[in-house]
C-alpha cells in the first residue's frame, strides 16, 4: 500500500537551519511521499521527497512515552484503554528582561497595524512581546512528550492478557480484533502539533469475568508502563459507553435518563444484546436501589430527524429510563457486565450548583475589573487604557448589519477621532477577544426574564454573591452591570453608542489588560438605540416594585434613547441610497417598542409595535430567517397585562410559541439524545451541541401553560450538554467530572493559566 504524509512546517527563522522531526510512518515496507514547504525571506519554496520505510524502530519507554489513563470494558468481551500521548506546557507570561543579540520582528496588516512582535532570542523565536511598551513576553507553548507509535499499537500481537484467578486466561491469550479511535486533546501554539488521546479496543477471545483480575502486556508499544492490572468489576469502574448528566437530577424532575452506546473508531457501530438490564447504585453504600430495562433509542443504520435524514452517532444509542426515581443521594448508572457512568447526584440542589457555574462565567466576562489573582483590571481608564470616538455606527460595519458595507476594523480606523470617552468601560467582553457590542445584551434581556415578578423565581436560594439583605438579587444585578456600561455612552440627546472595539483581533501574545492595539467607540446608532431602549425599558419594569427610584432612572434613559432612535429611524426611510432592510432593524424597533408600552401604558408605542409585528397574522410564525425573528416580543405579548394587550394579538402570540414548542418535541422525539431544535433546518454548528440555547421556547412554554411535556423535554434537552453524551464530559468549563481544557478564551491561554 502506498501512505501519503504531508508535512507543514513555516519557518520564523532568518536563516535556514538542518532540522530532525520524528514522524510516525506506516508498518514495514511502505512507500512515503513526503511534502515540505519551507518558508522564509517572504517566499514559499515546496520539495518531494520519495521514501520507503526499511524498518520501524520502536520507541524506547521513557519519563516522556505515552500514559495509560482509563481501562474499562465497553462490552463483557472489549476492553477500552484510553492513552494520552503528549501534553503542552502553557506559555508564561512575565515582565521581559532583554538580553544580548535579542531581535524583534514585527508584523504588521494592510492597514499598518500590529498583529505580532516576535522575539527571537539566541537564533530561535521564543515568544511574542506585549504589551503598548513591549515589556511583556508570553512564551510559546510546547508540545511534550513521546507520540503513540500507532505501527505497533495497531497489532494484536503485539496484547496480551493473562490472570491468576480466572482459568480462562491462565495461559497468554491474545485479542482476536483490535480497533482504535483518536483525537487531538490539546494543540500546541503557535505551531501547529497536537497532543493526541486515544482510545484502544481489544475484543478478546473470552467474556471477562466479574471480579477476577487481568494483567495487559503492551509488547512494543510505547506506553510508558509495560503493564497493566484490571480487575473486572463493573459495578465500581466507569465505562466510556455509559453515558449520564453530571449535574443530575432535581427529585420532582419529570424525565431522569442515562444513554448506552459506544463507536468503535476503526472497528465502527456496536450493538448490545436485547434484554439488557441497567441499576442505579448508591455510591456510598455500593448497594442497587432501582432497576430497569435498555432500551434501543436508535440503531446504527435508523436515520435521526435531524437536519439530515442521517444518524450520526454512526453507532447504536439505547435509553436508560429512570424518571420514577426521586430518593436523594449520589448514585452512578450501572450497565450489567459493561460498566457505570460517572457518579451524579439527585437531589433538590443539583441544578443550583449548575446555576452558580454558569452565573459565574458572565463575571468572568466582566471588563474594567479585577479577579482576583486570576486576572489583573482590564479597559479602565485609571489604568491609562484610552476610547477615542469615531464617527461609524455599528449598524454600518461588519460586527453590525453592514448597511454600508464596510469592514469594521477599517472604518474604525478610518474615522478615529481625538475625542476620548473616560466612561467608556463596564459591560461584558466578546467570546474569542474584549471587544464589547450592544448585541451583548441579549444577555442581559434573559437575565432579566428570569427576574419578572411573575415568574417566582426563588434567588434568595441561589446565593452566595450577594448579602441576604441586599434587594437587587443576582441575576437582577448581573443584567445591570452589563446595561449600565451602554447607559454610560450616550450622547446628551440620547442616542447610544454601539459598542468598544479595537483595531483588529488580538495581537499575537497579549492579554486584555496589556492591550496595545488602538481602542475606539462606535458612534451612536439607530439600532444600538433601539436595542438599548428596550433592555432599559425591561429593568426599569422589573426595578420599579424594587428600587422605583432606581427604576426611574432606567426609563427616562429608555425614552432618552428610544426618542433619538426614532428621529434616526425617520430620516433613515427617507435614505434612497439604502436598497435593503434588514429585518433586524425592524425586530428590534418592534421590540423596543412593546417594551417601552408595557413600561408606560402609552398608546403610542403600541401603535408602533403594530407597524411591523408578526403577531397581525393569526397563523404566523415568529422565527422566519429571512423576514423577521420575533420570539422575545411574542413571549412579551402573550403575558401583557390584559387591560393592556388586544385579545387577538395575545391569543396569537401564546399559539405562536407553542407552535415552536411542539416543534421542539417532534425534533427531540427524533433524535438518539434528545437534542432540541425548533427547527429541523437549524444548521448544527455556533453552539448547537454544547448549549441547549433552544430550550427557552420550552421554558416560555411552561411558563404560559404549566404542561408537564414542555418541562420534560427542557430537562432532556440538557442532557446532552451536561455530560450524557459519548465523550462523557460537559460543556461548560468548571461544571461536572470532566470540560474542554482549551476553550476560546485568550486571557487564559496567554497566561498559562487554567480556563475560568
Known sequence: RVDWINLVQAWHTTNWKSFNRRLTVPANGANVMLMVYMKGKGKVWADELSLQVVEVTPLPRTKDSPIILHVGAVAPDIIGITIQAGHVRPSILARYVPRPGDKTQVEKNKQGVVREVLLISEGRPVGWLAGPKRDWLCTFEELLGDPLQTEFADLTTEYTITSKDDPAYATRLKPVALW????????????????????????????????????????????????????????????????????????????????????????????????????????????????????????????????????????????MDFSDFEK?????????????????????????????????????????????????????????????????????????????????????????????????????????????????????RLHLELCEPQNDFHWEQLGPFRHRSDPLAYPLREALWNIDFYRRLPTKAGGVRGGVEAAAHPVKGEVSWLESLPVMAYAPGMCSSHIYAGVAARAACVLRKIDPKLAKTYEESALRAMNWAEAEYAKWTKDATVAKRPRQIRDDRNLAA????????????????????????????????????????????????????????????????LKEAERCITYSKGNAFGLVSTHKSKPHHMGFYSSPAECIQLVRAHALTGRPEYLKTVVLGTQYCLGANPMNMTFTTGLGHEWPKHPLHIDSRRSGRPAP
Not at 435508523?302 to 450520526?312: C, G, H, I, L, S
Not at 453590525?400 to 475625542?419: V, Y
Open 180 to 319: 482504535r479511535k483518536s483525537k487531538p486533546s490539546d494543540w500546541e501554539q503557535p505551531a501547529r502539533r497536537f497532543a493526541m488521546r486515544h482510545v484502544v479496543y481489544l475484543k478478546l477471545p473470552k467474556p471477562l469475568v466479574e471480579d477476577k483480575t487481568y494483567s495487559i502486556a503492551f509488547g512494543k508499544v510505547n506506553v510508558k508502563s509495560g503493564t497493566r492490572t484490571y480487575k473486572h468489576s463493573p459495578a465500581t469502574t466507569r465505562s466510556e459507553a455509559v453515558h449520564v448528566s453530571h449535574v443530575g437530577f432535581h427529585p420532582n424532575d419529570p424525565a431522569k435518563r442515562g444513554f448506552l452506546s459506544v463507536w468503535l473508531g476503526t472497528g465502527g457501530a456496536h450493538a448490545y444484546p436485547k434484554g439488557l438490564r441497567f441499576s442505579l447504585i448508591d455510591d456510598h453504600t455500593n448497594q442497587a436501589v432501582y432497576y430497569g430495562k435498555v432500551v434501543l433509542a436508535a440503531a446504527a443504520d435508523q436515520p435521526e430527524r435531524m437536519k439530515q435524514d442521517v444518524n450520526y452517532n454512526k453507532t447504536n444509542v439505547y435509553r
Open 328 to 444: 436523594p443521594g449520589r448514585y452512578r448508572l450501572y450497565v450489567e457486565g459493561v460498566g457505570c457512568s460517572y457518579r451524579f447526584e439527585v437531589g433538590e440542589m443539583a441544578w443550583r450548583r449548575a446555576y452558580l457555574v454558569s452565573m459565574q462565567g458572565f463575571r468572568n466576562h466582566r471588563s474594567g475589573v479585577r479577579l482576583g489573582v486570576r486576572r489583573p483590571r482590564c479597559y479602565h481608564p485609571e489604568d491609562g487604557v484610552k476610547v477615542y470616538q469615531s464617527k461609524v455606527a455599528l449598524m454600518d460595519v461588519s460586527m453590525g448589519l453592514n448597511l454600508r458595507n464596510k469592514s469594521a476594523f477599517q472604518a474604525l480606523l478610518d474615522t478615529k477621532t481625538d475625542e476620548t470617552l473616560p466612561q467608556a468601560w463596564g459591560g461584558y467582553m466578546d467570546a474569542g477577544d474584549w471587544d464589547r457590542r450592544i448585541q451583548h445584551l441579549s444577555a442581559s
Open 594 to 657: 412593546l417594551e417601552l408600552y408595557r413600561l408606560t401604558a402609552d398608546k403610542k408605542w403600541h401603535g408602533l409595535f403594530l407597524e411591523h409585528t408578526c403577531l397581525k397574522d393569526p397563523d404566523c410564525e415568529i422565527f422566519d430567517w429571512k423576514d423577521h425573528i420575533q420570539r422575545d416580543a411574542a413571549f412579551v405579548y402573550a403575558r401583557l397585562d390584559d387591560k393592556l394587550a388586544d385579545a387577538k394579538l395575545k391569543k396569537t402570540a401564546l399559539k405562536a410559541i
